[in-house]
């Protein structure tokens, strides 16, 4: 583990690791406050965050800022990363072997920043973080506290572009979060 976020990103500037690297354009790190105690984890970039190097820019992620604007998170006052740090290429789900092969990587990421919450944006977050026996459909929308950490699962943004009945549910779970965190501060 790297102690500081510099050694961290020099360590992933040529990563090789698996076969993601052979098609990425840009590593897609993270982005935000190294220091929040709110952080966002999804899944993988997508077509438009390999081209710019930042997670969430695309369609999804405009929708997510969205529904940040309209619950009161400010992006640039959380951090977010995602569970691979390459696109998987017609932005599949990441395989269990790219997803280990990240995994260093996210869990240096989360012990810099420090989260008291962190958000698990879909199936491949939350079956990476917390373990395969967990499903969003049913762990969506409840808190699971784990080594001090508050996880709170929700639908990926993708997923609100297929089903915009999840758009509620997802605008639900952010309150809560936002809710909670507002607890944890004034405590």
């Not at 965050?49 to 930042?54: L, R």
């Not at 695309?58 to 006052?77: H, P, S, T, W, Y």
């Not at 958000?119 to 491949?124: A, R």
């Amino acid at each position: 583990m790297e102690s500081n976020w510099e050694e961290l990103e020099n360590s992933i500037e040529d990563c090789k690791k698996c076969k993601l690297c052979t098609t990425r354009t840009n590593i897609v790190f993270g982005c935000g406050n190294k220091n929040a105690d709110i952080m966002m984890i999804g899944e993988g970039p997508g077509a438009d965050e390999d081209k710019q190097g930042n997670p969430f820019v695309g369609k999804a992620g405009q929708l997510m800022n969205k529904a940040f604007e309209g619950v009161g998170i400010v992006r640039d006052e959380i951090y977010i990363t995602n569970i691979v740090k390459c696109r998987p290429p017609q932005n599949r789900v990441p395989e269990d072997d790219e997803a280990k092969a990240c995994l260093n990587y996210l869990r240096n990421q989360v012990i810099l920043v420090n989260p008291k919450i962190i958000v698990l944006l879909g199936s491949t977050a939350l079956k990476n973080i917390l373990g395969k026996e967990y499903s969003i459909t049913a762990s969506r929308g409840k808190w699971i506290e784990k080594k001090g950490i508050l996880y709170m699962p929700t639908w990926h943004p993708a997923a609100l572009l297929r089903d915009e009945d999840k758009k509620i549910e997802f605008w639900k779970d952010l309150k809560e979060v936002v809710t909670r965190y507002s607890e944890i501060k004034n405590s």
